[in-house]
């Protein structure tokens, strides 16, 4: 396609005397998929930057001849690569609509500006975990659900306790679970709430 040297080119002038940039997409993986196709683009950059891994790009045969590669300092990664150390973590997500719009987010990883994980808070005290939902069943495979989640998560427990209690809808079944400090669970029979009584007019 004529676009793609041109696009290439402008990158590597920008870009390539800098040590060189790795050029991905996702159309060989999904096609063109229009609309969608930015925002795909979006989900693949900010995964690269959580897993600090450089992904590959599936049938790459023939590298396109008409974009000089090696004078723009581009490459096309076709295995996983490791993200290059002493250099920012960034990706520029670039996207061209056929009638002449351009859009393009630059996404920078919070490594980047020094931002370090925090640490997770241990549980001080037990959790009240209250629970609450439509039937009987989806309360049981809420509650097994979170189980499973609070055994390998145990330091999130006092977020989920507010969540729970403060963010989400209280629906008719219901039930509770108090979690411990070695993040077990202990929960309470489930139980169908009351109707409000009926108002009688005399």
């Known amino acids: 396609p004529t676009g793609d040297p041109i696009e290439a080119?402008?990158?590597?002038?920008?870009?390539?005397?800098?040590?060189?940039?790795?050029?991905?997409?996702?159309?060989?993986?999904?096609?063109?998929?229009?609309?969608?196709?930015?925002?795909?683009?979006?989900?693949?950059?900010?995964?690269?930057?959580?897993?600090?891994?450089?992904?590959?790009?599936?049938?790459?045969?023939?590298?396109?001849?008409?974009?000089?590669?090696?004078?723009?300092?581009?490459?096309?990664?076709?295995?996983?690569?490791?993200?290059?150390?002493?250099?920012?973590?960034?990706?520029?997500?670039?996207?061209?609509?056929?009638?002449?719009?351009?859009?393009?987010v630059v996404l920078d990883s919070a490594l980047s500006y020094g931002v370090s994980p925090v640490p997770g808070r241990p549980l001080i005290s037990p959790e009240l975990l209250v629970y609450s939902a439509n039937t009987t069943e989806s309360l049981r495979r809420m509650t097994d659900n979170y189980k499973t989640w609070i055994q390998?998560?145990?330091?999130?427990?006092?977020?989920?306790?507010?969540?729970?209690?403060?963010?989400?809808?209280h629906l008719s079944h219901r039930t509770f679970a108090v979690a411990s400090l070695t993040g077990s669970i202990t929960p309470s029979l489930p139980i169908k709430s009351g109707k409000p009584p009926a108002i009688a007019m005399v």
């Open 9 to 104: 080119k402008a990158v590597g002038r920008v870009f390539g005397p800098t040590g060189g940039v790795q050029i991905g997409s996702v159309k060989a993986n999904l096609g063109h998929s229009e609309g969608a196709s930015g925002l795909t683009s979006l989900v693949k950059a900010d995964m690269a930057l959580e897993n600090r891994v450089i992904p590959p790009n599936i049938k790459v045969n023939k590298p396109n001849p008409n974009i000089p590669w090696v004078s723009c300092g581009l490459s096309v990664p076709t295995e996983p690569m490791p993200w290059p150390e002493g250099r920012k973590e960034r990706i520029s997500v670039n996207s061209f609509g056929i009638g002449g719009t351009n859009a393009h």
């Open 152 to 169: 390998k998560n145990s330091d999130k427990v006092t977020d989920l306790a507010f969540t729970l209690a403060n963010r989400r809808e």
